[in-house]
């Protein structure tokens, strides 16, 4: 399961670029949260994967085979994929541009885009978990956000969470959990929102590290 689990791991390891440092203490008590895996899913449909793409001035981000179109605005920069390659397989100098069929088959996870406001670090992460690579864990969405919100309970402490609840990203539906906690006197909120396709989990996380108002941006780029 550890190696299932790396993707939640990962994504929590980039929670740290915006400025949040661990908890030092563990609150004595964490929410009880039940795990939806007991009917782990058959994955029905094989979906043959590419990474999406942005064009020339890194403004729209299109990929076909999830259906995720994001159009940018204002200030917001795009992470480059030697960082998402560092950070989500742990070496910078796999170029993710050059993935062959195989690669998509093998790897559980794949890196697909970061994009990010500057001036608050506030940022949108969006990375797939391959259902069918050896070692992946298939359960329901809702399972996937259990298993969020219990490894983030592990990090942080005082958790506020909600959901799940259905969110529309670039037209399709996701189950989505909102978190929230505070860390170093910064007040963090973020929006984990996962959907099946095919033998791909898309997973989209929103972390929202100073100004409010970076959430609901960040998310009407999808729409």
Same mark, same amino acid.
Do not use: H
């Given at each position: 399961?550890?190696?299932?689990?790396?993707?939640?791991?990962?994504?929590?390891?980039?929670?740290?670029?915006?400025?949040?440092?661990?908890?030092?203490?563990?609150?004595?008590?964490?929410?009880?949260?039940?795990? /939806?895996?007991?009917?782990?899913?058959?994955?029905?449909?094989?979906?043959?994967?590419?990474?999406?793409?942005?064009?020339?001035?890194?403004?729209?981000?299109? !990929?076909?085979?999830?259906?995720?179109?994001?159009?940018?605005?204002?200030?917001?920069?795009?992470?480059?994929?030697?960082?998402?390659?560092?950070?989500?397989?742990?070496?910078?100098?796999?170029?993710?541009?050059?993935?062959?069929?195989?690669?998509?088959?093998?790897?559980?996870?794949?890196?697909?885009?970061?994009?990010? !406001?500057?001036?608050? /670090?506030?940022?949108?992460?969006?990375?797939?978990?391959?259902?069918?690579?050896?070692?992946?864990?298939?359960?329901?969405?809702?399972?996937?956000?259990?298993?969020?919100?219990?490894?983030?309970?592990?990090?942080?402490? /005082?958790?506020?969470?909600?959901?799940?609840?259905?969110?529309?990203?670039?037209?399709?539906?996701?189950? #989505?959990?909102d978190i929230s906690y505070t860390t170093q006197d910064i007040p963090i909120a973020q929006k984990v929102a996962v959907r099946k396709t095919?033998?791909?989990?898309?997973?989209?996380?929103?972390?929202?590290?100073?100004?409010?108002?970076?959430?609901? #941006?960040?998310?009407?780029?999808?729409?």
């Amino acid at each position: 399961m550890k190696k299932a689990l790396c993707i939640i791991f990962s994504l929590l390891v980039m929670i740290t670029v915006t400025g949040c440092s661990p908890k030092q203490e563990k609150a004595e008590e964490t929410p009880a949260v039940e795990e /939806n895996i007991a009917e782990e899913p058959t994955v029905e449909e094989t979906v043959k994967f590419s990474r999406g793409s942005w064009d020339g001035d890194k403004k729209v981000f299109t !990929n076909e085979t999830t259906g995720i179109l994001i159009s940018l605005s204002g200030t917001y920069d795009v992470t480059s994929d030697d960082e998402l390659a560092e950070a989500y397989l742990g070496d910078s100098n796999v170029d993710l541009s050059s993935w062959t069929d195989a690669d998509y088959e093998r790897e559980i996870n794949v890196p697909e885009t970061q994009f990010y !406001n500057p001036f608050t /670090n506030s940022n949108c992460v969006i990375v797939y978990e391959n259902l069918l690579a050896e070692n992946a864990l298939s359960i329901t969405e809702d399972g996937y956000l259990d298993i969020f919100l219990k490894n983030i309970n592990d990090i942080y402490e /005082n958790i506020e969470s909600s959901g799940p609840y259905d969110l529309s990203l670039s037209g399709c539906n996701y189950r #989505t959990l909102d978190i929230s906690y505070t860390t170093q006197d910064i007040p963090i909120a973020q929006k984990v929102a996962v959907r099946k396709t095919g033998n791909y989990m898309a997973v989209v996380v929103f972390t929202d590290a100073y100004d409010p108002a970076d959430m609901e #941006t960040m998310i009407s780029f999808f729409n």
